[in-house]
Nanobody, 126 residues
Framework: QVQLVESGGGLVQTGGSLRLSCAAS????????MGWFRQAPGKEREFVAA????????VYADSVKGRCTITRDNAKNTAYLQMSSLNPEDSAVYYC???????????????????WGQGTQVTVSS
């Protein structure tokens, strides 16, 4: 069973930056596509970014494109989400997720991911 643990969330002012981390254990991290999602109170979980197992392919939601960078370090079994120019609309619980298939397209739908972390809270103050 794959376990994912997010960290790096917190309180930041508008315009600030955060780097989220997602540490994986219990599986073969290097073969999984990884995704980041977020969920604000009263809203559905939404896609933020995804990265392929080789780190060559990356996709972003339009709402974060140009402000976020997803990376991974397979030697450390860790995925990252670097976020900048944050605004209050970015406030949410951020989740990382693993797609075991690790091939083909990078998926943007939460239901297509197999494993999830517990989430880390990001709050952006105005």
């Amino acid at each position: 069973q794959v376990q994912l643990v997010e960290s790096g969330g917190g309180l930041v002012q508008t315009g600030g930056s955060l780097r989220l981390s997602c540490a994986a254990s219990g599986g073969i991290f290097s073969t999984y596509n990884m995704g980041w999602f977020r969920q604000a109170p009263g809203k559905e979980r939404e896609f933020v970014a995804a990265i392929g197992w080789t780190a060559v392919m990356r996709v972003y939601a339009d709402s974060v494109k140009g402000r976020c960078t997803i990376t991974r370090d397979n030697a450390k079994n860790t995925a990252y989400l670097q976020m900048s120019s944050l605004n209050p609309e970015d406030s949410a619980v951020y989740y990382c997720a693993a797609d075991r298939r690790g091939y083909g397209i990078l998926r943007r739908t939460a239901a297509e991911y197999d494993f999830w972390g517990q989430g880390t809270q990001v709050t952006v103050s105005s």
